[in-house]
């Protein structure tokens, strides 16, 4: 008896490398448990695994700025031979009144290599038709991990898109990099102009590297050695833990910041957390015009007391830069210095506009 072909189990990383994605589109991408993007990546699965031969268990899905990373730790198929249904013209289109065959029908088996005998009348999708029954052996999970990307890619919709070069592909941001492991193996495919390879595109001491992956599990290693937290959810705990810390080392505390710190954590893949303070002068702008300064300029956080007062500090989220640099700082102390300085001529305007409004209410009843 012919024992039964083994079950066989690959490793799949494909990365897709780009420019900075907007924080935006990343959030809603990740909500939900990543919603979006698994229903669109299974989907796209389902068309290039029509009879069931490949069977993905979990699939990972982890993003940063710079890179989309889906990770299968075991995708698993057979080499077994399964049946195939080739689905040809109308049936009475394909079989004469006395059921012989029309030529129609001879040029479809001609053009399938075929015996017409072979052919027969079936019910497919509630019609009728000529269909013949093949026996095919799946093709390595390899040679499909280009298709279903590529399919994956044409099922996602954003807000805004680029395009790039003459490749016609569309994405919110250039794709740079492709890499694409099965186990060690790099795996030759082709996204949007960009050839796959096993390069990732690190950003390191003030500088881009490209290093090469022998493997998933170096891949990953690189990534941590780099500094690269590719995981959001590892990344917000980093990041509200650093700001708390911050936070309370300037003598306050966090409060409701909630937005903006889902909004850093996709502002940055190698979080390092910075404070510093600001002219005491400006605690005289309304709490809103000063919040609004630090977190929608500059994505800055802000401190406050036991009482909810903020105070004359900032705690600042960068993306790779070192923690003890002080010259990072201090630009974003001057950058924020500027800012509340246009934030107090705006509200002084403003107020004038509504105090010159507020006049000519009261004197509009009167009769000169």
């Not at 279903?148 to 941001?173: I, Q, Y």
């Not at 640099?325 to 246009?342: C, F, G, M």
């Amino acid at each position: 008896m012919t024992p039964e072909p083994r079950v066989i189990t690959r490793r799949i990383l494909v990365e897709i490398g780009t420019e900075e994605i907007p924080a935006n589109y990343l959030f809603y991408a990740d909500a939900n448990g990543q919603a979006y993007l698994r229903e669109r990546l299974l989907a796209a699965f389902d068309e290039i695994n029509p009879h069931g031969a490949y069977r993905a268990g979990a699939v990972e899905i982890f993003l940063t700025p710079r890179r989309m990373i889906f990770h299968v730790p075991a995708l698993e198929f057979s080499p077994k031979e399964i049946h195939e249904t080739v689905v040809g013209p109308p049936a009475d289109k394909a079989f004469a009144e006395d059921g012989s065959p029309t030529p129609m029908l001879a040029g479809f088996a001609k053009a399938k290599g075929i015996d017409l005998k072979k052919i027969v009348c079936k019910e497919v999708g509630g019609k009728k038709v000529a269909a013949f029954e093949k026996r095919v052996r799946p093709e390595p999970i390899e040679k499909k991990i280009g298709k279903w990307m590529e399919l994956f890619l044409g099922k996602l919709s954003f807000p805004k898109n680029m395009r790039w070069d003459a490749s016609g592909a569309v994405f919110p941001r250039p794709i740079r990099t492709i890499l694409c492991l099965a186990d060690s193996r790099c795996v030759k495919l082709s996204l949007a102009g960009i050839a796959s390879s096993r390069r990732v595109r690190v950003f390191k001491d003030g500088r881009r590297r490209l290093l090469s992956a022998r493997n998933p599990e170096h891949y990953f290693q690189l990534l941590t050695e780099s500094g690269v937290v590719w995981d959001p959810t590892r990344r917000r705990e980093m990041i509200r833990a650093g700001v708390e810390k911050a936070t309370l080392k300037a003598g306050g505390n966090l409060a409701d910041q909630e937005g903006l710190l889902e909004e850093v954590v996709f502002l940055s893949e190698s979080p390092v957390v910075v404070s510093g303070s600001f002219d005491a002068a400006f605690a005289d702008l309304p709490p809103a015009v000063l919040k609004a300064s630090l977190a929608k300029a500059q994505r800055l956080f802000s401190v406050f007391d036991s009482q909810g007062i903020q105070q004359p500090h900032f705690v600042a989220v960068l993306d790779g830069a070192s923690g003890d640099n002080p010259r990072a700082v201090q630009t974003i102390a001057a950058i924020l210095a500027a800012k509340l300085q246009d934030s107090r001529f705006f509200f002084t305007e403003d107020l004038k506009i509504y105090s010159d409004a507020a006049g000519d209410d009261e004197g509009a009843g009167r009769l000169e």
